[in-house]
């Protein structure tokens, strides 16, 4: 069987993904066959094509990009019990640009009935990654202040909307009036616009000078060591993304005064065994039916489209969720 792919055979900007077509053979032992119906895009992709630190591993070219996607089981390999012909199911595991694909049976995850593909492909990587991030690394409790950079973004949205299910005053930045409606729509307090306001002043603010529990940083470099004012003694930054570059080498005496905590995570740590990964997944859909997350696709691109759909999340000109469909 031939299958569409998108790949990379050197690293650089949109104009390096390739698109081709290889052969799938039946799945193996303990593999499952899996014909997608969307496949997610997120930041992690685009770290990857450009050959930036990321959580991705290092690979020899040509390499398929891509880690999340969700469809229909098409065939069941020796040895896999729980998983049938048909089933609705996401993946998380790497190489998801392509249309159809065999994986190892434990990185599949059954979903829910509510729960349509489309919706998994383009939301399953931020929605486990809030999961570790809200529950695990920093366990939010009711009462905490807590705040969200790119609150308008794919993960934003979905941090602040938990963030305030369990208790939390969430203050988010944005980098417009128009983001900030998105922000605020989507389980934001206050939401201070970055480009206008200085963010440390207005948290502090915002917290009568007390700061905030935890800071939930995806940018990085623009936002990172001027977040380490905003924190109450003993908070915690987490620094899981750098959309603005790496955060570079920074004095550790900026942590001493009031015993300061900082994390770089990544999510593949937090789902590194069939275990775990069951685990969050059923963690976050419990959040979903609660009605604590309001899970959407913002954004679709036709497969073909995936060199646009990269300029666009590259140019932090989006909002919400995107997904490729094949």
Same mark, same amino acid.
């Given at each position: 069987?031939?299958?569409?792919?998108?790949?990379?055979n050197?690293?650089?900007?949109p104009?390096?993904?390739a698109?081709?077509?290889?052969g799938v053979?039946?799945p193996?032992?303990?593999? =499952?066959q899996?014909?997608?119906?969307?496949?997610?895009?997120?930041?992690?992709?685009i770290y990857?094509r450009?050959?930036? +630190?990321?959580?991705?591993?290092?690979?020899p070219f040509?390499?398929?990009?891509?880690?999340v996607?969700?469809g229909?089981?098409t065939?069941?390999g020796?040895g896999?019990?729980g998983?049938?012909v048909g089933q609705r199911?996401?993946?998380m +595991?790497?190489?998801a640009?392509?249309v159809?694909?065999n994986?190892?049976?434990? *990185?599949?995850?059954p979903?829910?009935?509510?729960?349509?593909?489309?919706v998994a492909?383009a939301t399953? !990587? *931020?929605g486990?990654t809030? @999961?570790? !991030?809200?529950r *695990?690394?920093?366990?939010v409790?009711?009462?905490?202040i807590?705040? =969200?950079?790119?609150?308008?973004?794919?993960m934003?949205v979905?941090?602040?909307?938990?963030a305030r299910a369990?208790?939390? %005053?969430v203050?988010g930045t944005?980098?417009?009036?128009?983001?900030r409606? $998105?922000?605020?729509?989507?389980?934001?307090?206050?939401?201070?616009?970055y480009? @206008?306001?200085?963010? =440390?002043?207005a948290v502090?603010a915002?917290t009568?000078?007390?700061?905030v529990a935890?800071?939930y940083?995806?940018?990085g470099?623009d936002?990172?060591?001027?977040?380490?004012?905003c924190?109450?003694?003993?908070?915690?930054?987490?620094?899981?993304g750098t959309?603005?570059g790496?955060?570079e080498?920074?004095?550790l005496q900026l942590? +001493?005064?009031?015993?300061l905590? $900082?994390s770089?995570p %990544?999510?593949? %740590?937090?789902?590194?065994?069939p275990?775990a990964?069951?685990?969050?997944?059923a963690?976050?859909?419990?959040? $979903?039916?609660?009605?604590?997350l309001?899970?959407?696709?913002?954004?679709r691109?036709?497969?073909?489209?995936?060199r646009?759909?990269h300029?666009?999340?590259?140019?932090?000109a989006t909002t919400g969720?995107?997904?490729?469909?094949?």
């Amino acid at each position: 069987m031939l299958t569409d792919i998108v790949c990379i055979n050197e690293h650089g900007g949109p104009e390096v993904l390739a698109f081709c077509q290889i052969g799938v053979a039946p799945p193996g032992p303990g593999e =499952v066959q899996l014909r997608q119906s969307a496949i997610g895009v997120n930041f992690a992709d685009i770290y990857q094509r450009k050959g930036a +630190h990321g959580p991705h591993a290092p690979a020899p070219f040509p390499v398929t990009l891509g880690s999340v996607g969700a469809g229909k089981v098409t065939a069941v390999g020796a040895g896999v019990e729980g998983i049938s012909v048909g089933q609705r199911v996401a993946c998380m +595991h790497p190489g998801a640009y392509q249309v159809t694909r065999n994986v190892p049976a434990g *990185r599949i995850v059954p979903l829910p009935d509510a729960m349509p593909e489309d919706v998994a492909g383009a939301t399953l !990587l *931020r929605g486990l990654t809030a @999961e570790y !991030l809200l529950r *695990r690394l920093y366990a939010v409790q009711p009462g905490d202040i807590v705040l =969200v950079h790119a609150a308008a973004g794919g993960m934003g949205v979905l941090l602040s909307q938990w963030a305030r299910a369990l208790g939390a %005053t969430v203050i988010g930045t944005v980098g417009s009036e128009a983001k900030r409606d $998105v922000a605020l729509a989507h389980g934001c307090h206050h939401v201070v616009n970055y480009r @206008e306001t200085d963010f =440390v002043a207005a948290v502090l603010a915002l917290t009568d000078g007390a700061g905030v529990a935890v800071v939930y940083d995806a940018v990085g470099k623009d936002v990172f060591v001027p977040s380490l004012q905003c924190l109450r003694p003993c908070g915690m930054a987490i620094n899981y993304g750098t959309a603005s570059g790496d955060v570079e080498a920074f004095d550790l005496q900026l942590l +001493h005064a009031r015993s300061l905590l $900082v994390s770089r995570p %990544t999510l593949r %740590t937090y789902i590194a065994t069939p275990q775990a990964l069951a685990g969050a997944a059923a963690t976050l859909f419990k959040a $979903v039916e609660a009605g604590h997350l309001r899970l959407s696709v913002d954004r679709r691109y036709p497969l073909s489209a995936v060199r646009d759909a990269h300029r666009d999340l590259e140019g932090r000109a989006t909002t919400g969720s995107a997904v490729l469909v094949p």
